[in-house]
C-alpha cells in the first residue's frame, strides 16, 4: 500500500503576521541603530577630532575586535537554541540585553580626558568589545533570529525583513540629521557628545525592550532526539559544512563593507561637497529612497518568482546607480540621483536576505534534525560586525595613507581620493562580488518540499522514514 501522507498544517505555511506586530518587530531595529549605526558612523571622527587619537590606529582596533567578534556571534546563536523560558528563546535576549548596550554607547561616546594616550586607548578598546563581541552580539543575534521564531512562511519573512530595514533607514537618517545638529547646539567638544549620547542611549534601549515583550514566537523547531541539546561543536560543523551557510554569511560581509557609504558618509560632505550639513540631505535622499525599495520587495518578490532574481535585479540596479555617482562626484544633484537609484537597488537585497538566512536554517533542520534557528542567525550579526569592521578599518587606514588632516579646512588630494574610493569606488567593487555570491545562492528550488517535510515532522533521519 502506498504510503500515508500527514495532512500539512496551514499555521505555519500560510498564516499571515498582524501589522502590529511586524511593527513591533521593525522598532527594535530602529533602537538598535541608536547604538550600531551610531557607532559606525561618528565613533571615528570623535576619537580623530575630539579625543585626538590616530585613524591608523581606530581602524586597527575595531578590526580586531570586530573579527573575534564573528566567532561570538555564533556561539550567541547556539545558546539561543538552548534556551528555554517563558518568554521564549530570543525574546528575553532582545529585551534584557537592550538597557546594558545602551550604558556602553554612551561610554564610548564619553572617554575620560585625565586618562593616559595608552589608558584611552585601553579604555576605547574595552568598551567597544564589549559592546561588540558580548552586549550588541546578544540581542542583534536574538532580534534577527525572531524572523524565523515568528513564522515560517517565505512572504512574512521577506516582509519582516522589509520592515526592518525601513525602521533601520529612518533610525539612519534620524542620526545622521540629529548628530550634527545636536552637536552645535550642545555647545560641541565633549559636552555635545555626552548629551547627544545620552539621548540616543534612551533611544537604543526603549524600542528593543518593545519588541522583547510585542512580537510572539510561533514557529520553534524541536530537537527530534528527546529533546537533547545538541553540543556547540556538532552545530559549528553543521553550519560550516553547509555552503548556503558560507555563502549567505559572505553575503552579509560584502553587504556591510557595500554599506561603508554611510560610514564615510561625514568625510565626503564636509571634505568633498565642502558642507558638513549636506550629510543629512544625503542621508534623506540615500534613506527615502531604499525605503521605497524596501516597500516593493515583498511585491518583486511575487512578481520575479523567488528571492535569487529580485535580489539580482536590485543589485544591478545598485550597481547603475553608484556609476551615475562615480561620473558625478562633486554634483550634488547628480550625486543624489546616483545615490538614490543605488539606495533602491541595494534596499531589495536587504529585504530578502533575512528571509534567505531563515531558508538556510530550515534546510540545516530539515537535514539534521538539529534547531539551529538562532545559531543559523549568526549570520546576520557576524556577517555585519566583520564587514563594518572591515569598513572601519579601511576607512582608517585610506585616511591615514591619504594624509587625512584632522580638523583641516582643506585636505591633501591623496586624502580627497581617499574619501571618493570609500564612498564611491569600493561599493562598485563591492557590488560586483554580491551579484557574483547571489549567483551561486540556488536553494529556492528545494524550499517547497523542506517546508512541507518539516511541517509534518519529517526532520533528520525522519526525512528518509516514509510515514505509514
Known amino acids: 500500500m502506498g504510503a500515508i501522507q500527514k495532512e500539512i498544517p496551514p499555521t505555519q505555511q500560510s498564516s499571515k503576521l498582524k501589522m502590529s506586530e511586524k511593527l513591533a518587530y521593525g522598532i527594535g531595529d530602529f533602537g538598535a541603530n541608536f547604538s550600531w549605526t551610531f557607532i559606525a558612523s561618528f565613533v571615528t571622527i570623535y576619537l580623530t577630532d575630539t579625543v585626538g587619537m590616530a585613524a591608523g590606529i581606530i581602524g586597527t582596533m575595531m578590526l580586531i575586535v570586530r573579527i573575534f567578534d564573528g566567532v561570538t556571534d555564533i556561539f550567541m546563536g547556539s545558546i539561543i537554541d538552548k534556551t528555554n523560558s517563558k518568554m521564549g528563546k530570543a525574546k528575553p535576549w532582545v529585551f534584557w540585553t537592550a538597557p546594558i ?65 525601513i525602521f533601520t533607514k529612518i533610525s539612519i537618517v534620524a ?55 545538541a553540543p556547540f561543536v556538532r552545530i559549528f560543523k553543521l553550519l560550516f559544512t553547509n555552503k548556503y551557510f558560507l555563502v549567505a554569511l559572505l553575503t552579509y560581509i560584502f553587504l556591510y563593507l557595500r554599506l561603508i557609504t554611510v560610514s564615510a558618509q561625514i568625510f565626503y560632505a564636509t571634505y568633498i561637497l565642502n558642507d558638513a550639513s549636506l550629510m543629512g540631505l544625503l542621508s534623506i535622499v540615500y534613506t527615502g529612497a531604499g525605503v521605497i525599495g524596501l516597500l516593493f520587495a515583498p511585491k518583486l518578490f511575487t512578481i520575479f518568482g523567488g528571492l535569487r532574481k529580485t535580489i539580482t535585479t536590485g543589485l544591478f540596479i545598485s550597481l547603475l546607480g553608484l556609476i551615475v555617482c562615480a561620473i558625478f562626484p562633486e554634483n550634488v544633484s547628480m550625486l543624489l540621483v546616483g545615490l538614490a537609484i543605488s539606495a533602491i537597488g541595494v534596499s531589495i537585497l536587504q529585504g530578502g536576505l533575512p528571509a534567505m538566512v531563515a531558508d538556510v536554517g530550515d534546510l540545516i533542520y530539515w537535514k539534521s534534525g538539529v534547531p539551529v534557528q538562532g545559531a543559523v542567525f549568526s549570520i546576520s550579526s557576524a556577517g555585519m560586525k566583520v564587514g563594518s569592521g572591515l ?16 580638523n583641516a579646512s582643506t585636505q591633501p588630494g591623496s586624502a580627497i581620493f581617499a574619501m571618493k574610493s570609500l564612498y564611491i569606488y569600493l561599493p562598485i567593487l563591492f557590488t560586483i562580488v554580491l551579484l557574483l555570491l547571489i549567483g551561486f545562492f540556488n536553494l529556492e528550488k528545494f524550499m517547497p518540499k523542506v517546508r512541507d517535510e518539516i511541517s509534518i515532522g519529517n526532520v533528520g533521519e525522519n526525512r528518509d522514514i516514509p510515514s505509514t
Open 391 to 406: 569598513a572601519s578599518a579601511l576607512i582608517g587606514w585610506l585616511l591615514a595613507f591619504g594624509n587625512y588632516v584632522p
Open 175 to 229: 542620526i545622521s540629521t540629529a548628530v550634527p545638529f545636536l552637536l552645535v547646539a550642545f555647545g560641541g567638544g565633549q559636552r555635545g557628545w555626552t548629551l547627544t549620547a545620552g539621548i540616543f542611549a534612551l533611544l537604543c534601549a526603549l524600542p528593543l525592550m518593545t519588541t522583547g515583550l510585542a512580537v510572539k514566537e510561533r514557529n520553534v523547531s524541536k530537537n527530534i532526539h528527546d529533546n537533547q541539546k
Open 101 to 165: 548596550l545602551a550604558v556602553f554607547t554612551f561610554l564610548l561616546f564619553n572617554v575620560p580626558g585625565s586618562l593616559s594616550t595608552t589608558g584611552q586607548f585601553v579604555y576605547v578598546f574595552v568598551v567597544y568589545f564589549l559592546i561588540s563581541a558580548v552586549f550588541y552580539t546578544a540581542n542583534n543575534v536574538a532580534y534577527s533570529s525572531l524572523t524565523s521564531f515568528m513564522t515560517m512562511n517565505p512572504k512574512e519573512r521577506v516582509s519582516l525583513g522589509s520592515i526592518r530595514f
